[in-house]
């Protein structure tokens, strides 16, 4: 009987947790642009993006968060290659309330750009 009385303890404990939606991590590909070195040298390890991105789907907004003296330009797309906002420096995003599809976020840096697709 404690048995079934702690199990249904847990249970109705378990049903009055709220959730809250977590910002997740936008996967970002990361390009060096400009004159790169004509070294045939082979680079293994993985290149450290300066900036990371992320998506609230609560909110609808994207973070994006570097250092604070990064000059870039930041750009979101829709999937037809329109553009939905545009930023000249890190920020915080809104996205459109009503747009459902993919977004594409385009950061153009010194000597880099980034991009990321978001599924809204």
Known sequence: MRKVLFILGILIFMGNIQTYAKKSKVIIEYYQTGHVDKSTTVRRSP???PIDVYY???????????GKNM????YLYDDKGNTLAYSPGITILDTPQNYSGIITICIDGEGWTATGKINI
């Open 56 to 66: 609230d789907n609560e909110l609808h907004q994207i973070e994006i968060l570097g």
């Open 47 to 49: 290149m450290k993006t």
């Open 71 to 74: 000059n870039v330009q930041i």
